[in-house]
C-alpha cells in the first residue's frame, strides 16, 4: 500500500471513523465543496462527522436554537430540535453564550456542538434533555385565611389580643 493510503487509512482509524456512511457523507461534503484540490486527510474527517450526516441542524441553526433558548425567558418552554443541541448549549455555558460575541460564541458553541455530534457518530448516547423546572407551590390563599389575618390584625389594632 502507497504511503498517502497507509496516511488516510491511519487518520481514520485515530479519528473513529468505522461505518461507510461517515466515509459517504464525507464524500458528498466533498463533492459539494467544488474544490480542485484534494482536501487534507484531518479536513475530509472533520466533514465525514458533521451534523447533517446525522440528520441534525446545521451548526449555525443549532447555535441560533441554542442562543434563543438561553434566555431565561424561554427556561419554562423551551423546544430542542435534538438533544445534541441541548447539550452543547449546556457545555458553552447557558448563562454565557449570550454573552459572548457572536464570533466567540459560535465557536464555542461548535466546538461542543460536533464533540456531541462525534458521541453520535461513535455510538454512544446523550443523555436525555432535562423536563422544564417545575413551579414552585403556591401558597393556600382562600378567603378563610386572608379574613382570619384580617380579623387578627384589626384586634392586634384595638389592643384586644396579642401577636399570634
Known amino acids: 500500500m502507497n504511503a498517502s493510503k497507509l496516511e488516510w487509512l491511519g487518520e481514520f482509524m485515530r479519528s473513529g471513523i468505522n461505518r461507510m456512511e461517515q466515509i459517504d457523507h464525507g464524500m458528498r461534503v466533498l463533492s459539494a465543496s467544488k474544490s480542485a484540490f484534494v482536501p487534507a486527510p ?4 472533520s466533514w465525514c462527522f458533521a451534523p ?9 441553526k443549532a447555535y441560533a436554537q441554542g442562543l434563543r433558548n438561553c ?41 461542543h456542538y460536533l464533540a456531541q455530534c462525534r458521541k453520535i457518530w461513535k455510538g454512544e448516547s446523550l ?36 401577636r399570634v
Open 71 to 111: 434566555h431565561p425567558a424561554m427556561r419554562d418552554s423551551a423546544k430542542w430540535m435534538h438533544a445534541a443541541v441541548y447539550h452543547a448549549t449546556a457545555a458553552a455555558g447557558f448563562h454565557c453564550l449570550p454573552l459572548l460575541s457572536r464570533e466567540l460564541g459560535l465557536a464555542s458553541f461548535e466546538r
Open 127 to 162: 443523555g436525555s434533555i432535562p423536563i422544564a423546572e417545575l413551579a414552585a407551590p403556591k401558597p393556600d390563599r382562600n378567603p378563610e385565611v386572608g379574613n382570619t389575618a384580617l380579623a387578627n390584625l384589626r384586634a392586634m389594632r384595638a389592643g384586644r389580643a396579642e
Open 52 to 60: 447533517e450526516g446525522l440528520g441534525l441542524p446545521s451548526v449555525e
Open 42 to 45: 484531518g479536513v475530509f474527517v
